[in-house]
């Protein structure tokens, strides 16, 4: 299942990285793709939204509804 | 000996720990101080200003002269 979300506080790439490991903790098999100017963030998974955002979150990033 | 850095390149948070790890990479005993908004850095350490200047480069980060 592919999520999208709007990620708020992306700067730099160590910023991605720690987008793309807080997904990964989350389901390890997740494919996701982050493009940093725009913070659009595709997450190819089956786990719940709500989890994968509230991981992302907790790495210090604001999620967009 | 204290020696004074002008990084520029930094923007955030994660940023601030990688310049912090390479130079603790060099010299794991040194105190290291990141102004962020300013870019300074300020490093106690015995080591060589060029080894330390080199591992905040090889981070990705422009070090001033």
Redesign the interface.
């Known amino acids: 299942m592919q999520h999208r979300f709007h990620v708020e506080g992306m700067?730099?790439?160590?910023?991605e990285?720690?987008v793309v490991n807080a997904v990964r903790d989350v389901d390890a098999n997740a494919s996701v793709k982050v493009d940093l100017p725009t913070g659009e963030v595709l997450v190819d998974s089956e786990q719940a939204r709500d989890a994968l955002a509230q991981a992302i979150v907790e790495e210090?990033f604001q999620v967009a509804a």
Do not use: F, I, L
């Not at 700067?11 to 910023?15: E, F, K, L």
């Open positions: 700067t730099c790439g160590h910023c990285r720690a210090g």
